[in-house]
């Protein structure tokens, strides 16, 4: 809130409002920017604000709704699919189309007391009607995680960002290796921040202490292997901590760490890479819906306590599906025997066998359509309007 400004665009009927100004970029690749109005808490429109407070409302959804009043969208769309507060509107606005687009894996933990978001769904799905005109998801199985309590047409498109990009992907420098950070945007050390599962907490050393097993485990293997081997920084260089976090855990052997330097950069070192391994990150299920090698080292829970990963699985690969604790390119334990044995097994498969142990999962956990054909499909079907060279692409 400190880049807080007054907007004073008059109200102006607009086809789409976008609530929150994050994946703008992506939607103007298909939506002519004339056509979309953000609903945006650090550029409030003056004309929304007075709505709200002369009916003597003060909080961010009353915002929203004032907002829907003045502006009178057709269809309102998020990309923050994790707001349950979104899936209350719907029921406000009966003729406008909300729509909400999965942007990450969804996983049931946050940093408050049962506050995880399938937490808040089933506890505000018994008091409200969830509901919206669409939900783009991930994969088939997150169409059934949301639809049990919101009710909403399910539109699977996989990632949007990882079908923009699609098979445009500049090469880089080529490794044998790369691990996909997901540090936390703070100084993990010492942390006073905690994780609750339900009312189970973790702190935020134990939370990411298998990110640094995994990078020590890497480091050691890859110079006993003699291969190449990177850790991708997921914070840009202006975040010294991360690098001091994977070198500290590397060491006393060397890894060469990659900071985040654009939105595709990330994408552009997997891409080049013979594996890449994760623990739980989205870009990994990308990659594997990609087809590219992918190995998920899950253990997050299994690295802090054998007894909790027992009890708790939303960080275990593929969740919310029950697909073992391990098969032919995972493992959901911390143990570094278990990470020799997965990797060394994915290394040696052949292309024809990496296809065949992959098919199964195709769809279900991410789907891969360059182009975002399906999405398109949608945004025709609805009426909204597109750009030319968006309407070719489907």
């Given amino acids: 809130m400190a880049n ?122 018994a008091k409200h009607k969830l509901s919206a005109h669409a939900i783009c998801v991930l994969g088939t199985s997150a169409a059934d995680q949301y639809t049990k309590y919101i009710h909403a047409m399910p539109v699977v498109t996989g990632s949007l960002k990882n079908n923009l990009i699609g098979d445009q992907i500049k090469p880089t420098e080529h490794f044998d290796i790369v691990y996909v950070s997901q540090h936390a945007p703070f100084e993990i050390p010492n942390s006073e921040v905690k994780f609750f599962f339900g009312n189970k907490s973790v702190t935020a050393e134990e939370f990411y202490v298998i990110e640094q097993k995994i990078v020590r485990f890497l480091a050691a293997h890859s110079k006993r292997t003699n291969q190449s081997f990177a850790v991708l920084g997921k914070r840009t260089e202006s975040s010294p901590y991360e690098r001091k976090f994977f070198n500290t855990a590397a060491s006393p052997n060397e890894m060469r760490f990659i900071p985040r330097t654009s939105e595709t950069s990330t994408y552009e070192f997997c891409n080049s890479a013979s594996l890449i391994v994760t623990t739980d990150s989205t870009i990994g ?10 190995v998920f080292l899950s253990g997050r829970i299994n690295a802090i306590s054998n007894e909790l990963s027992r009890e708790i699985h939303d960080t275990d690969f593929g969740f919310p599906l029950e697909l073992g604790s391990s098969g032919p390119f995972w493992t959901n334990s911390a143990n570094e025997s278990d990470f020799e044995q997965v990797i060394g097994s994915v290394q040696s498969m052949s292309d024809a066998q990496w296809a065949t142990a992959i098919s199964p999962y195709n769809d279900v956990l991410m789907a891969y359509q360059p182009g975002n054909s399906a999405f398109i499909q949608m945004l025709q079907n609805e009426g909204i309007p597109l750009k030319n060279e968006g309407s070719q692409r489907a």
């Fill in 4 to 125: 807080f400004k007054l907007s004073f665009a008059r109200p102006k009927k607009q086809q789409v409002a976008l609530v929150d100004a994050s994946g703008i970029s992506i939607l103007n690749e298909y939506i002519p920017q004339q056509h979309i109005s953000i609903v945006d808490i650090e550029h409030m429109n003056v004309f929304a604000l007075l709505r709200m407070i002369v009916a003597g409302k003060k909080s961010l959804f009353d915002y929203t709704i004032a907002y829907i009043k003045v502006f009178k969208p057709r269809f309102v769309v998020t990309f923050l699919d994790n707001n349950v507060d979104f899936y209350k509107l719907a029921s406000i606005f009966p003729n406008v189309k909300f729509i909400a687009i999965q942007n990450g894996s969804r996983a049931n933990y946050a940093n408050q007391l049962n506050s995880g978001f399938f937490d808040l769904l089933k506890i505000e799905s």
């Fill in 285 to 294: 299920y990308e990659f594997l819906a990609r087809h590219n090698r992918v």
